[in-house]
């Protein structure tokens, strides 16, 4: 008779054991006192008066400021060299990022793009921050950025919206232009980041 059928209290035990170990990461406890958006013209506004930038309009969501840390014309590799200024030193708990779509555009090798924007990454969460990244999903475009995405969730943790600009492109009510939101596009951005963050707030 097998030992376990036997002893079913120390089946129980195991059994409690191995659930345990394998359900996954510990919930995040974010430490820090800022929510920081960190991007490029996604982040910025562009395309919509400033007070109706995605951070403009999550601050307004939450009650509470949101910094609005986007630079338009953006790349990963420039996102690194002032991350340490406009989001490391600022005490950051949340860390919203839109970064890629300046590296795609440019045609930088996904894997020098998805190499800084994995450095940015650690470098937030070694401050014990929650990151959430707005991920891109362009048809006939994409380059294969999209599972380059997916890959880092993975591999780091983060907390992944997959196509921020889903349900916008292409919608002439929700676009300023081809690639970036009017004040209503905005608002369903902020919305996405909105619920994907209030487990943490």
């Known amino acids: 008779m097998h030992i376990l059928s036997q002893y079913p ?3 129980i035990l195991l059994a409690s054991f191995f659930l345990a170990a394998c359900g996954g990461p510990e919930p995040i406890t974010p430490v820090g006192e800022n929510i920081i958006c960190f991007g490029d013209s996604l982040t910025f506004g562009t395309g919509a008066p400033r007070d109706k930038s995605y951070p403009a309009q999550l601050a307004e969501m939450l009650g509470q400021p949101v910094i609005n840390s986007g630079v338009p014309g953006d790349t990963t590799a420039r996102a690194l060299q002032r991350l340490a200024r406009d989001v490391l030193s600022k ?8 970064l890629g779509g300046n590296d795609l555009k440019r045609g930088v090798d996904k894997k020098a793009a998805f190499k800084n924007l994995k450095e ?11 990151v959430v990244i707005g991920g891109l999903k362009l048809k006939f475009w994409d380059r294969g950025y999209e599972k380059e995405y997916e ?3 993975e591999e780091t943790g983060v907390l992944l919206v997959p196509d921020i600009l889903g349900e916008l492109m292409g919608n002439e009510k929700l676009m300023h232009d ?15 980041f909105y619920k994907i963050i ?3 707030l």
């Not at 005490?91 to 839109?98: F, G």
């Not at 081809?178 to 996405?192: E, V």
């Open 91 to 98: 005490s950051p708990r949340i860390v919203l990022i839109t």
């Open 151 to 153: 890959k880092l969730a």
């Open 178 to 192: 081809t690639i970036h939101p009017n004040a209503a596009g905005y608002t369903i951005m902020a919305q996405k």
């Open 9 to 11: 209290i120390l089946a």
């Open 120 to 130: 940015i990454v650690v470098a937030i969460q070694a401050e014990e921050a929650l």
């Open 198 to 200: 209030k487990p943490y």
